[in-house]
């Protein structure tokens, strides 16, 4: 069993950055694929990011390749979104969520999720 917790979100304007955070706990974070997702209102959930156990490679939904970055500290058992020049439409609440395998393609199905933690981007 793996136990998420993000925390980050906020208010912020266009242009604007937020660092999200994802505490893991139950298991030995290093051997589990990570990912963010999203959702916004009235929309499904979509991939924005996701990131191997070890860290070396990375996957990124295309919108915002060159905007956010995924990275995680395995030491602290905390996977990080980085989220630069943000815009209104990234607006959603984001979820991390854990997979076994190495696989980091966005259909991956995963089988841990944490509560979700709102980021609000004002025009």
């Known amino acids: 069993q793996v136990q998420l917790v993000e925390s980050g979100g906020g208010l912020v304007q266009a242009g604007g950055s937020l660092r999200l955070s994802c505490a893991a706990s139950?298991?030995?974070?290093?051997?589990?694929?990570m990912a963010w997702f999203r959702q916004a209102p009235g929309k499904e959930r979509e991939f924005v990011a996701a990131?191997?156990?070890?860290?070396?490679?990375?996957n990124y939904k295309d919108s915002v390749k060159g905007r956010f970055t995924i990275s995680r500290d395995n030491a602290k058992s905390t996977l990080y979104l980085q989220m630069n020049s943000l815009k209104p439409e990234d607006t959603a609440v984001y979820y991390c969520?854990?997979?076994?395998?190495?696989?980091?393609?966005?259909?991956?199905?995963?089988?841990?999720w944490g509560q979700g933690t709102q980021v609000t981007v004002s025009s």
């Open positions: 969520a854990a997979g076994v395998g190495i696989r980091i393609s966005p259909r991956e199905k995963h089988d841990y």
């Open positions: 139950g298991a030995t974070f290093s051997g589990y694929r």
């Open positions: 990131i191997t156990g070890s860290g070396l490679l990375t």
